[in-house]
């Protein structure tokens, strides 16, 4: 059933794959090391519902069971002892069990946990240093304590004031302190016999907790929460600092400010955020909540951040402090899907679900529709201006391409192609136009009569989504649903440079204006630099 699920072990100072192990199906939901490395345990997911031991010296399956009974849910998490190679502990959905290790056999035997009349799904598994008491974190928002020799359920707490969106994380300190972290974002020390709060040790977190790790002798926590944030928290103070932050979402669009490189602007679910380029650190996040920002642009005064919402808004912010200027309500009816300015600032050019290419007149008083272009029949998927304002080009999921007159607001040229249109660019001269689609081609254009000049393949497996052409027109970056990023030559057409790194579908690729540096942004929350391979001309 499904495709089969890889555990990958590394060589972490060789930075090299160790040993590829296949036996999972669909999903990998837990792993653990024993504490000699001897062992490597895998949990399977909803879908395979086993538990593998290998053995890494050998590198080979030791043994493997069913995960948990029939009558049981999903199991979610594994931990092994702290002193033993031959034991360990998973628990999941009504299962709490301890694992002994046979070598000889090659088997593992398990043991549930009793509980009495308790019915937990347990998502976090803690073990003391001595491997006398286990401490299992679940849904219903506390922890539960298990004596591992005799398998007898000891103590649960709170008693009272249960976590919220339950226990996700829990790790314990030197003196037996207990550090909580919750599906609501709060972070709290407990003492371990009692469950009983420390006082002034508990903090609130921006989103709710995936995992926690504790540094050196507990003087310092770090805790990861699913809004994409690591925070650090010094145990003295108890005071939570962000220290390193990203999209929790697909990344939709990347955009620099006019002839500058040093910054630049991506968008995603509920939020844009401003980045620093040679650090990569966040200086400015605007939020916008329940809502997707489908793109983003500088206005080229670089006065305002301009971006489109699927609410149908386009909303305008100032790029210092990320504060509202202005929003343009009910701009499209299917929401704002693209969206790009004029240079003198006084113009937008927004795209829509419907179809429809509308241009507004923007003034700090007053933002007004000057008109509306109904041609495409599909998604409006990405917008260009030439840099006189005279025209734009508009590309669609409907198969067209339209260059449109910003004067009399009429239709120039029309390119059709047998494809769902995801990004088109002008080459510098303004004379030819570059596009990218579902069919893998990346087509050049001419802008006079819309005739095509070339065609190519640009990529073997799936769409292209980004394109983007240097400054000098002799090169030009494209990435798609491959997951690779090319750089070719745009007279030759020929690629000179492939980069490998993103997880998921790449959205958009940016060259920054200096053309030191190309930006590219993916599906799975990814934001790479690479370093343009070439020096300015």
């Not at 792993?31 to 345990?41: C, G, I, N």
């Not at 033993?84 to 502990?89: E, I, L």
């Not at 599909?378 to 005279?390: A, P, W």
Request: with cysteine; charged share 20%.
């Amino acid at each position: 059933m499904g495709f089969k699920a890889d555990v990958i072990v590394w060589d972490f100072e060789a930075k090299e794959p160790y040993a590829t192990f296949t036996l999972h199906k669909v999903k990998v939901e837990a792993l653990a090391f024993s504490p000699t490395d001897k062992y490597l345990v895998t949990l399977g997911g909803r879908d395979d519902s086993s538990v593998v031991v290998w053995d890494l010296g050998r590198k080979e399956a030791l043994c493997g069971a069913p995960s948990a009974l029939q009558s049981a849910g999903t199991v979610y998490t594994v931990q092994f002892m702290n002193t033993s190679d031959d034991k360990f502990v998973t628990g999941g959905n009504k299962t709490l069990r301890i694992w002994d290790v046979d070598r000889a056999n090659r088997k593992i035997r398990p043991q549930e946990c009793d509980l009495g009349q308790l019915k937990r799904d347990v998502r976090c598994i803690l073990i003391d240093s001595n491997d006398e008491f286990l401490y299992a974190g679940t849904t219903s928002g506390d922890i539960l304590q298990i004596t591992i020799k005799t398998h007898l359920f000891k103590n649960s707490g709170p008693a009272k004031d249960k976590y919220a969106l339950g226990v996700h994380s829990i790790a314990m300190l030197r003196d037996g302190t207990i550090i909580v972290a919750t599906g609501g974002g709060i972070v709290s020390a407990i003492r371990s016999g009692t469950f009983k709060p420390v006082p002034q040790k508990e903090c609130k977190l921006s989103g709710g907790a995936t995992s926690i790790t504790v540094r050196g002798v507990g003087h310092q926590v770090f805790v990861g929460v699913n809004k994409g944030n690591i925070y650090r928290i010094n145990y003295e103070d108890f005071k939570p600092v962000c220290i390193n932050s990203c999209h929790y979402s697909g990344v939709l669009d990347v955009a620099f400010p006019s002839g500058c490189s040093d910054l630049f602007a991506t968008c995603s679910k509920e939020n844009i955020r401003v980045w620093v380029t040679d650090t990569s650190s966040e200086v400015l996040r605007i939020d916008v909540p329940n809502m997707t920002c489908h793109g983003v642009c500088f206005m080229q005064d670089g006065k305002s951040i301009i971006s489109a919402w699927n609410d149908g808004k386009i909303r305008a912010f100032k790029p210092q402090s990320g504060s509202a200027l202005y929003t343009i309500h009910d701009a499209h009816k299917q929401g704002v899907s693209a969206i790009a300015t004029t240079s003198d600032s006084k113009r937008i050019v927004s795209g829509g679900g419907e179809g429809q290419v509308r241009v507004w007149d923007i003034s700090p008083q007053r933002q007004e529709m000057k008109a509306a272009m109904k041609e495409h029949k599909g998604v409006v998927t990405c917008i260009k201006i030439r840099t006189n304002n005279l025209e734009c080009v508009s590309a669609s999921d409907d198969g067209t391409c339209i260059i449109w007159d910003l004067n009399r607001f009429v239709r120039n040229q029309i390119i059709f192609a047998n494809t769902l249109f995801k990004a088109i660019c002008y080459q510098p001269s303004e004379t030819q136009l570059l596009s990218g689609g579902s069919d893998r081609k990346v087509s050049y254009w001419e802008t006079l009569d819309g005739s095509q000049i070339r065609e190519m393949e640009g990529s073997q497996d799936g769409s292209i989504n980004g394109l983007d052409i240097s400054r000098d027109g002799n090169y030009f970056i494209s990435g798609g649903s491959s997951r690779k990023v090319k750089v070719w030559k745009y007279n030759e057409g020929e690629v000179t440079h492939i980069g490998l790194g993103h997880s998921g579908d790449i959205t958009r690729v940016k060259i920054c204006p200096n053309s030191n540096h190309i930006i590219s942004v993916s599906a799975d929350g990814a934001i790479l630099r690479w370093k343009y391979p070439f020096p300015p001309s």
